[in-house]
């Protein structure tokens, strides 16, 4: 079934901490299914979309220089892996191109698409950072960096909590999800989901939320078997009743771990069957691929169409996709998963406007780190900066925010190997996604620890007025 993840249990229970929602919950949603599932206008709603591609993203291949002297040194930088350039995907930046034409890897129709309508934008050199630094900054040793640089573990677990593998913290998503629900408590109804809501299972960005996190699979909620699910026949009657009886009798027992398990399967049993009533009631027309990314994507739309029924004005999501880590056979692998990647996002987008909530949600992806410029045979090593989409319709599109990087050995940036010093922090980042969802300054200082060390940046990320006015309370 799916689960409700809370911190606070797991200390109690010494288990996965794995917990459901009330009973009371599910008779409040079950209460409320009988409203119309069509899109409610989208004042007041906003929703999240983390996207987090496992392993490292080469997104030197994935944005690419098309001018020719800038291409040169590209292609010079990878010769084993650099696309050629007739093949490239022509995009036309209204801004922050730093003058050079560009182009998307051949794998990203939809993403082109959606970036020259002015539904799509790029983040450019995003990374983790402490505070600002420069190549000769890391080389020196001089200003703090982020623990265990180029290792996957520790950059999975800094780009999602800020922290450490060994310096455990909430994710800035949980934190997110935990300043929405105090500040917009009056928006939702609190027997609803939490805010929280995972497609992959417990993940470090939204982890360590006190609402706690809320899990599904792909296709929607597991429930019970069908032998245990409320039927038309007395055989199932039976059933659901010796269920219940075993349920009860749990509850009743000396022990603590056997009365806290038959509670937390009764809980669970009810509240998946009312959110799997609340999903059924919502249709979809858009077509999404079939690929894992693909149908957790439609699953979250459903649960977006759903949030009438759920009692939820504010919901941050969570998605994963793996085999980002290409050491080898970059050319092939890359373009599969890009493939896979862009035309599950563009699915969603439309969806997004189906319901009537495009300019409501947005969608963005997120990386271990990027990968080293120069080749490392037929693939790339880890790096440190890289790109991130983000789409919506309240996102300011077509645009490069954020500062690009030269694509050439030894420049500015490179501190070895082409290992691209990040211009843009994930605290600058998470901090701007943070506020255009209503939170107020204050509430980014707490959730982004590194955020006062660097100065206001991607000011610009969401069109005027998408984003309320920043301020030390509101």
């Known amino acids: ?279 059924a009631a919502v249709t979809l027309q858009t077509a999404f691929p079939t690929s894992g990314l693909g149908q957790s994507l439609r699953t979250i739309a459903r649960v977006i169409g759903a949030r009438q029924a759920l009692g939820q004005s504010r919901q941050v999501f969570f998605v994963g996709i793996g085999g980002w880590d290409m050491h080898d056979n970059l050319i092939a692998d890359h373009q599969n998963l890009l493939r896979i990647v862009s035309q599950a996002l563009a699915a969603f987008q439309q969806a997004t406007g189906e319901l009537g909530v495009a300019d409501a949600v947005t969608t963005f992806t997120m990386t271990d780190f990027g990968r080293n410029l120069n080749n490392n045979g037929d693939g790339s090593d880890h790096g440190w900066g890289g790109h991130s989409w983000v789409l919506g319709g309240g996102v300011a599109g077509g645009r490069f925010h954020g500062q690009i990087n030269e694509y050439a050995l030894g420049s500015s940036l490179d501190v070895g190997r082409g290992r691209i010093v990040p211009t843009t922090s994930i605290d600058q980042f998470g901090a701007g996604l943070a506020h255009w969802m209503g939170l107020a300054h204050g509430d980014l200082d707490a959730i982004f620890p590194n955020l006062r060390n660097f100065p206001p940046g991607l000011d610009g990320l969401f069109r005027a007025g998408a984003a309320p006015a920043l301020s030390a309370t509101g």
Do not use: K
Not at 14 to 41: F, H, K, N, V, Y
Not at 42 to 66: E, I, K
């Open 1 to 279: 079934m799916a689960t409700l993840v809370n911190p606070h249990r797991r200390r109690f229970l010494g288990t996965s901490g794995r917990i459901a929602l009330g009973s009371a919950c599910a008779l409040s949603l079950l209460g409320r299914l009988e409203l119309a599932q069509a899109a409610s206008p989208a004042t007041g709603y906003r929703a999240l979309v983390c996207v987090y591609l496992f392993g490292g993203n080469d997104s030197g291949n994935m944005v690419v220089p098309m001018t020719p002297s800038a291409y040169g040194s590209y292609a010079a930088a990878r010769p084993s892996i650099a696309l050629p350039r007739e093949q490239l995907l022509p995009i036309r930046p209204t801004s922050g191109g730093q003058g050079i034409e560009w182009g998307l890897h051949p794998a990203l129709p939809e993403l082109a698409t959606l970036f020259e309508r002015g539904d799509a934008a790029l983040v450019a050199n995003l990374g983790p950072l402490v505070q600002p630094t420069t190549a000769e900054d890391f080389r020196q040793q001089r200003v703090p960096l982020p623990p265990e640089l180029f290792s996957h573990v520790d950059q999975q677990a800094h780009s999602m909590s800020l922290g450490s593998e060994t310096e455990a913290r909430p994710g800035w998503g949980g934190r997110i999800a935990d300043r929405l629900a105090e500040r917009f408590a009056d928006q939702r109804d609190r027997n609803g989901l939490p805010i929280s809501i995972s497609l992959a299972g417990s993940n470090a960005w939204q982890n360590g939320s006190a609402g706690g996190l809320y899990t599904l699979g792909s296709s929607g909620v597991t429930r019970l078997d069908a032998s245990l699910r409320p039927g038309p026949s007395a055989r199932w009657t039976t059933r659901r009743n010796a269920f219940d009886t075993l349920l009860a009798l749990g509850q009743q027992d000396d022990s603590v771990f056997v009365r806290e398990a038959a509670s937390t399967t009764r809980r669970a049993r009810d509240f998946a069957e009312s959110v799997n009533a609340a999903l």
